[in-house]
């Protein structure tokens, strides 16, 4: 059979399926089974498919159709214009997230450089300031797409990339590799941001961004059957789904320093929760980031100053 027949037998599949994009995910398991670009595909549709690949393929669409996530088929799937190895073990990174990592590297690119004190993560230079190296927390960091867009993205940047989860500590670990950034990202296991306060850190901080489980548990029967296929531990966040960040908060206000910043995705009306529990506490500036969609995405907040105004090294 040819690309394009194959591509016609296994949208009519998806689509009898009842998936929202059956040609695209079409073309995205055939590139994945034959080794070849979407675009190769659409450019050539009249080449003959080797039979192996038409095999596979048609094995990957009947998984499709049963309800498996394409990026668990393919083993990757594209964040911020970056190619990320997920697995069953991590979230699958979505496009509404991008919103979060480019808002972050908004604020950090307006960051002007001011006078600092030491801290054992940074050096004087000369003039008695030191070279702007921020220093952000990835919390629940998942399969590492923030950690690793950041600082991809951010060409100072050293992230500390936390979950409470090895296994998809390891995903991450393979993409900061397979982009260069290893030497620029580092991974620690743990609940929050526990293992920076623990190890004496607090104060230190310039940014943390959070993709924390945000669903509230009794909406989880009422997801897509293909969001259940994702972890339960990243998506279910409790009573009101803010359990986790109410517990972030105190801990970012620790690890920050003044003027810091705090990012967090959230989902459709839960802004004014978040909003009213960072004015309640050691933020200023909260404020809401709605997605391309208009919907509700991205609360960011920065840590109060000293009373005396003066900002340290961020």
Known sequence: MTGGELLRQGTAVLR???LDSPRLDAEVLLAHAWGRS?????????QEAPEAVARQFLALVGQRAGGSPAAYLTGAREFMSLLMAVTPEVLIPRPETEVLVEEVLRWLASRPRRP????RHRRFSGRGTVSDQPLVADVGTGSGAIAVSLAHYHLAVQVTAIDISETALGVAAVNAANHGLADRISFLVGDLL?????SGDAGAGTAVVANLPYIP?????????????????????????LGLYR???PQAAAWLAPGGLLACEIGPGQAEVLIGLLRQDSWQQARLIRDYRGEERVVIAEKKCTPSGYIYPL
Do not use: K, M, Y
């Open 16 to 18: 009898q399926a009842g």
């Open 217 to 241: 548990s009794a909406a989880w029967d009422r997801l897509p059957p293909e969001v259940r296929r994702e972890p339960r531990l990243a998506l279910d966040g409790g009573g009101d789904g």
């Open 116 to 119: 600092v004190r030491w801290t």
């Open 194 to 198: 526990a293992p920076l306060l623990e």
């Open 38 to 46: 979407r675009e190769e595909l659409l450019i050539h549709p009249e």
């Open 247 to 249: 517990r972030l908060l």
